[in-house]
Nanobody, 123 residues
Framework: QVQLVESGGGLVQAGSSLRLSCAAS????????MGWFRQAPGRERELVAA????????VYADSVKVRFTISRDNSKNTVFLQMNSLKPEDTASYYC????????????????WGQGTQVTVSS
């Protein structure tokens, strides 16, 4: 069983930065590819970014490329999402996901999901 706990969300102004963290309670964090997703009211959950088990490979949604960076610290069982130049359209609940298969993460079929953290960007 994998438990994921997100933190770091909040209310910020456009142009600001936030860093989200997702702590995983799991014995072998390096077995899991990780991803960040977001869901705004009335919209489907969408992939923001994903990272391979060793951190060597990353995937980003076109809407966040250049502005967001996903990373992981395998010694701390944690994955991060650094969000810069935030825009009002980035407002959403952000969720962390984990699966042993990165394809499952990228296609929203990950086995494990966190409860989410809210990010609100004011104009």
């Amino acid at each position: 069983q994998v438990q994921l706990v997100e933190s770091g969300g909040g209310l910020v102004q456009a142009g600001s930065s936030l860093r989200l963290s997702c702590a995983a309670s799991v014995r072998t964090f390096t077995y899991f590819a990780m991803g960040w997703f977001r869901q705004a009211p009335g919209r489907e959950r969408e992939l923001v970014a994903a990272i391979s088990r060793d951190g060597a490979n990353t995937v980003y949604a076109d809407s966040v490329k250049v502005r967001f960076t996903i990373s992981r610290d395998n010694s701390k069982n944690t994955v991060f999402l650094q969000m810069n130049s935030l825009k009002p359209e980035d407002t959403a609940s952000y969720y962390c996901a984990a699966d042993t298969n990165i394809v499952a993460v990228v296609t929203r079929r990950a086995d494990y999901w966190g409860q989410g953290t809210q990010v609100t960007v004011s104009s």
